[in-house]
């Protein structure tokens, strides 16, 4: 079926799916810069980053099924940490994560019109990866000025998985998440792969599923253990992919 539909869907995919949401994105990225200064950054951020999460969902479209929602307290604070498959990761956890989202995201994404004024102005993290002292400061000072009830999201693998297998995960958001002693939320998103496979243009509607597993209490714990923080978050993740999404190998990497 999918090879039946697959370039008449192309043709959709073209003419009205992309212009679409190229228009829904400066809209609601406008809308965001607005209210971010009128109102505040959360009304910006759970409104209109919500908003246009779900209306790419609707037009792909994809199904999202949630599982572990009770996991997620919106009362309090997360280092969230996921998988990273596909750019449709982003859709799903922004639209159906219910926290007030926060990415640490690289410098370079602010160059990006539209995109770049509507994420800063939501209240996300620009860091510069090439300096770690200077990524963990920018985190730091962000959490200072947000507050409780805030999701700080990492992609820990760093880059989306060309194969779905689990990459090494990078150590910023361990370290982060003992310095302030904060609890680290594993989530696990599946399906968004064979949505859009990461580095192609080769976008077919499908089934994603994120579940968001207990959250890891750091409460006590110091920089010795991150190395066994990164492991447990890393088995708990591994633990939803379907087995040639697994990692090859299950030690703490480096």
Known sequence: MKKLLYWPYQVYVWLVYLPL??????VFSTLTVITAVLVNDRVASRVFAVTWARLVAWLTPISV???????????????????????????????????DLKWVMKQELRKIPGIGIGCEKAGHIFVNRRNPREARKAVMQALDRLGDGVGILFFAEGTRSDDGRLLPFK???????????LPVLPITITGTRDVLPARTLQLFPGRC?????????????????LDALLSETR????????????????????
Not at 21 to 26: E, S
Not at 209 to 225: A, F, K, R, V, Y
């Open 209 to 225: 599923t994120m579940h968001i597993h207990p959250p890891i209490d750091t409460t006590e714990m110091s920089l010795q253990d």
């Open 235 to 254: 088995a708990a993740i591994a633990s939803r992919l379907t087995a040639p999404d697994r990692p090859a190998d299950a030690a703490a990497p480096a």
């Open 171 to 181: 150590k910023g958001a361990f370290r982060l998440a003992i310095e302030q002693q």
């Open 21 to 26: 949401v190229a228009v829904l994105t400066l």
């Open 65 to 99: 099924t949630v599982e572990g929602r009770q996991n997620a307290d919106r009362k309090n604070t997360y280092v969230v940490v996921c998988n990273h498959q596909s750019q449709y990761d982003i859709p799903v956890v922004y639209g159906w994560l219910d926290l």
